[in-house]
């Protein structure tokens, strides 16, 4: 049974940054793409960053790109995102993904295992 929580989440001033972490069990961490999605309030989910299964690959919406960035670590089975320069508009939930194989792409349907989510609230 995969298990994927996250933590981190938090508010925070404009400007300001946090970093969320994704704690995976169940399967062999390293054998698989991990992904961050968010979700804002009347909006759909939305595709924040991905990467690859030893961490060479990395990919990132426009939105936060230069911004946002995502690394793993395959020894402790976690996956982090690293934010900074925080905007109201990045207010959400956000969620972590596990995908099916290496490496997975920034459809939410390539990702078969979900987190619960933990909340960023950004403040202007």
């Known amino acids: 049974q995969v298990q994927l929580v996250e933590s981190g989440g938090g508010l925070v001033q404009a400007g300001g940054s946090l970093r969320l972490s994704c704690a995976a069990s169940?399967?062999?961490?390293?054998?698989?793409?991990m992904g961050w999605f968010r979700q804002a309030p009347g909006k759909e989910r939305e595709f924040v960053a991905r990467?690859?299964?030893?961490?060479?690959?990395?990919s990132y919406a426009d939105s936060v790109k230069g911004r946002f960035t995502i690394s793993r670590d395959n020894a402790k089975n976690t996956m982090y995102l690293q934010m900074n320069s925080l905007k109201p508009e990045d207010t959400a939930v956000y969620y972590c993904?596990?995908?099916?194989?290496?490496?997975?792409?920034?459809?939410?349907?390539?990702?078969?295992?979900w987190g619960q989510g933990t909340q960023v609230t950004v403040s202007s």
């Open positions: 990467i690859g299964w030893s961490g060479g690959f990395t």
């Open positions: 169940g399967r062999t961490f390293k054998n698989y793409a």
């Open positions: 993904a596990q995908g099916r194989g290496r490496i997975s792409g920034p459809r939410a349907d390539e990702y078969d295992y």
